[in-house]
């Protein structure tokens, strides 16, 4: 649920928490890799010092009520980091 209102000539716009923050893609591919994260038996720590990020980085990112998200370098790093492909990360279908 989003709002809009004008206030002194500028359009603000509001979410609120039962709008999802990030795309079905996007959560998509947060979901794939807490599942490989997952099935390696790594904690949210380990992934994230092979992947060289902060460890909050990754929680914020497993954390719905966050923004944080991977992007197309971490994505590459990721698939060398579980030994796939990039497009493994991707759904085969457009969301």
């Given at each position: ?60 990112i497993e954390n719905p009520k966050y923004r944080a998200k ?19 990360f991707l759904p085969d279908d457009a969301l």
């Amino acid at each position: 649920m989003c709002i809009y209102f004008h206030a002194d000539d500028s359009l603000w716009k509001y979410f609120f928490m039962d709008e999802p923050l990030l795309s079905s893609i996007e959560q998509h591919v947060v979901n794939v890799v807490r599942a490989k994260r997952i099935e390696k038996g790594w904690s949210q720590k380990e992934l994230a010092y092979q992947l060289d990020v902060s460890i909050g980085f990754i929680g914020d990112i497993e954390n719905p009520k966050y923004r944080a998200k991977f992007n197309l370098n971490h994505i590459n790093e990721l698939a060398k980091i579980f030994e796939c492909s990039p497009k493994d990360f991707l759904p085969d279908d457009a969301l």
